[in-house]
């Protein structure tokens, strides 16, 4: 699958001494629009996206901390609070607000908490496969006794210490990878997808961008309330994306709606946890009528 023109822009902001990556689409003169990937992800995972929005927005995609060409944080510091700052950085030093935001998972759940933080900041908001902070299969996880996630998160940390980063051989074998993660994908997607998310090591393997202690799971959680409580302070119109065959359960069933002033929910038939990807053409309409 082609992007197409415009090629885009590389540029950095900078966080806590974290020199972090943005992919510039054009078009300053334009209404910003931030797109905001997920765990385990980059920002270029967002390209046909921004190529069908980049006409009517300024497009910016940034990698976060640990992730795509951004740098890795000393001392592996990648709790949900650091990629909030990380998000009020950018939106500061590049001077975006108010800004429109559409984000996926991780991103979804940082830009969440972004928005009920800074309400008069974002204009409007699309969240993708991004409420699990809210979601009993994680919650539930949360709540284990202190102790235990201490313990369970140090040992997360022992075990990446000593754990080299698979290396594949050949690209094809991390595209391999890529289309097992996420069956959904067509083989030009899984490449393109893949040439922007791995690294080639002076031996000629190849290994994912991301920082692997992204895996540990930090024990300093938001509580339920506190989850919630910034929720109801974010001010804009909301859209809550579920992917209809995604593992994940979807935020109105759950009844999550209840949290938000102003937001709604809608599910995309036949994608998994990646919509933007899944269902390509359902998502962009599903976009652009709620940005419209």
Request: one cysteine or more.
């Amino acid at each position: 699958m082609s992007t197409g023109n415009p090629a885009p822009t590389s540029r950095f902001v900078t966080s806590q001494r974290l020199r972090l990556h943005v992919t510039d689409w054009g078009n300053p003169e334009a209404p910003p629009l931030l797109l905001v990937h997920g765990g385990r992800d980059h920002g270029r995972s967002w390209d046909w996206v921004a190529q069908a929005l980049h006409s009517d927005f300024r497009v910016l995609a940034p990698d976060l901390r640990g992730h795509g060409d951004s740098d890795w944080a000393v001392g592996s510091s990648y709790g949900i609070a650091e990629l909030v700052h990380d998000l009020d950085q950018l939106v500061r030093q590049e001077g975006l607000a108010p800004v429109t935001i559409v984000a996926h998972s991780l991103g979804g759940a940082t830009s969440l908490l972004y928005a009920g933080l800074f309400p008069e900041t974002v204009r409007r908001m699309v969240v993708v496969e991004g409420t699990w902070q809210l979601d009993p299969a994680f919650t539930t996880r949360s709540r284990k006794p202190i102790e235990e996630r201490m313990l369970g998160w140090m040992d997360q940390l022992r075990e990446l210490e000593t754990r080299r980063p698979r290396a594949y051989r050949t690209l094809d074998e991390a595209v391999e990878r890529m289309q097992r993660e996420n069956p959904h994908l067509s083989p030009e997607q899984a490449h393109y997808l893949t040439e922007h998310g791995v690294r080639r090591r002076e031996d000629g393997t190849y290994t994912w961008k991301f920082d692997h202690h992204i895996r540990a799971i930090a024990p300093n959680r938001f509580a339920d309330e506190e989850v919630a409580a910034l929720w109801s302070r974010i001010a804009c119109p909301v859209l809550l994306v579920h992917g209809g065959a995604s593992r994940h359960a979807d935020p109105a069933a759950l009844g999550l709606l209840a949290h938000f002033r102003d937001a709604r929910a809608v599910a995309i038939a036949g994608a998994g946890h990646w919509p933007h990807h899944d269902r390509l053409e359902e998502f962009l309409a599903v976009v652009r009528d709620f940005l419209a």
